[in-house]
């Protein structure tokens, strides 16, 4: 769970096996496990229980079930309820270790703020499962909304709302786990879902059934809202239930442009290995943490990576003169629209150490932020990277993160920032232009034709929305 966790959310925001010091007295005993894993980013607030629970052997599968059911759902949800309510209450009674010596660094988002959600991870169930569904099931969990409260968890491998009257509780087992850590590998990506998988669950009057977490990932991943977002479908009110088509897992994977979006997405990993560089390096040089730049650097979705790391590989993955730079300046395809600029300045670029050379590429990061903030004034965020080009394995980097507000600047902070551009030499024609990529997260597969007709294209999308059709009863049956 700790390795999955740190691919999607990154080492910096990933935080296994906290404990609170409740049990301790004067300083002796050992501190009580809060969760295996807990996630801060930002005002998000990602509590993980992940039991490992055998699905024991009975003559009667419903016995087996309960058993099981208490053991690794139940359980799994009572954990993460107190957990939320310590996290709430004892903020600063948190610690890294069993004895309660090392406190937990993090500061956590105010109460007012924090968007708390909770996760139970289950394992045990999968063999048992794919057996008793048989027809080739993948062994996930049924999600069947109309089940509410302990009493209600009687059908075998059927899960709705845990807690009756208590908060939400994503339930997840090994399988889906890592469907959804794969998926929606960033922190942006991963919440979204499941802020939107808990407002769907949870639609007053409406039912949901879904044969596997995974046919829910379909039917979320393959449409688009008004806002050019992922969502999930919404159904006449005049119907009672939501059947989400079975088996669109398999077929999503095996469609080609499923296949041409993994590809796409490969050169994006390029930004969570800048970022986890970035922070091995530990704090920033005057002092200030360096976890709110980072921040916005992971803020970033999957598809916005792509064409950030696009864009990086652009401007460093080239050879230049020795007193030759490059700097692109991109916009970041998803709100909040950070400013990013890439700058690449060869060592030494005229300097006599390497010292100098870097104090000198501190200067240019500075002047090309402000400069694009002089130029793009509603840009309430700006990063600037700066290191050798190709140079990905031994050289440094510089960084500089301005965050304000989207007023422009006053004449006179104006004429020192171009005083700056004309010391050091840098004009129009050494900075490129703002490049603003067009997004095609499913592109087209290798080998289609480049151009279709409007109509083709309709029939595209079409064929995709069908991948996840919705089936919608006036009443639920047996």
């Known amino acids: 769970m700790a390795k999955l966790a740190r691919s999607s959310f990154l080492s910096m925001w990933s935080h296994p096996n906290l404990y609170t010091d409740e049990g301790r007295r004067a300083g002796k005993g050992t501190g ?43 359980k799994s949800a009572r954990q993460l309820l107190g957990a939320k309510r310590w996290l709430e209450r004892f903020p600063n ?18 109460p007012g703020v924090a968007k708390i959600h909770l996760i139970a991870v289950t394992r045990g169930s999968y063999e048992a499962c794919r057996e008793h569904f048989g027809g080739g099931s993948t062994g996930s969990l049924m999600v069947v909304t109309s089940l509410r409260g302990t009493e209600a968890h009687t059908s075998p491998f059927c899960v709705g709302h845990v ?21 929606f590998d960033t922190a942006t990506d991963f919440t979204t879902y499941l802020v939107r998988r808990e407002k769907f669950l949870s639609t007053e009057g409406k039912y949901v059934i879904a044969h596997g977490e995974e046919d829910l990932v379909v039917a979320y991943s393959v449409r688009i809202d008004k806002n050019g977002e992922h969502s999930f479908p919404e159904a006449s009110p005049k119907y009672a239930a939501v059947v989400v088509k079975e088996g669109a897992w398999e077929e999503y994977r ?36 360096s976890e709110p730049y980072l921040r916005t650097m992971a803020a ?36 909040p629209r950070v400013v990013y600029l890439f700058i690449a300045l060869p060592a030494p670029f005229g300097c006599g150490t390497y010292d100098e050379y870097r104090q000198l590429r501190r200067d240019h990061v500075f002047a090309c932020c402000q400069m694009a903030k002089l130029r793009f004034p509603p840009a309430t965020k700006i990063v600037g990277i700066a290191r050798e080009p190709m140079a990905w394995v031994d050289g440094t980097f510089e960084i500089m993160f301005i965050e304000g507000d989207d007023q422009p600047m006053s004449s006179e902070v104006a004429r020192v920032v171009e005083d700056m551009q004309i010391e050091l030499g840098i004009t129009d024609s050494s900075v490129d232009r703002m490049h603003v990529l067009p997004l095609h997260e499913f592109p087209a597969p290798e080998g289609a034709r480049a151009r279709m007709s409007p109509a083709s294209r309709l029939l595209e999308r079409q064929r995709l929305r069908d991948l996840v059709r919705i089936k919608v009863r006036k009443k639920l049956t047996d």
């Open 32 to 74: 009580k496990e809060l969760a295996d894993l807990v996630v801060v980013f930002g005002d998000h607030v990602l509590i993980f229980s992940d039991k490992h629970c055998a699905f024991p052997k009975h003559p009667d599968l419903n016995v087996s079930w309960r058993r099981w059911y208490s053991s690794a759902v139940e």
């Open 93 to 110: 009674r948190i610690y890294r270790d069993a004895g309660c010596m090392e406190r937990f660094p993090v500061s956590l988002p105010s």
């Open 163 to 183: 807690l009756a009257d208590g908060p939400f509780v994503h339930v997840l087992d090994e399988m889906t786990v890592e469907i959804l850590l794969s998926e």
């Open 254 to 289: 095996r469609d080609a442009r499923y296949k041409a979006k993994k590809s796409a997405d490969l050169q994006s990993y390029a930004w969570d290995r800048l970022i986890e560089l970035m922070i091995a390096t530990g704090e920033s040089e005057d002092g200030a943490s």
């Open 300 to 335: 970033e979705p999957r598809l916005s990576r792509r064409v950030l790391a696009e864009q990086m590989s652009r401007a460093f993955n080239r050879e230049l003169r020795p007193m030759q730079r490059f700097v692109i300046t991109t916009v970041s395809p998803k709100p």
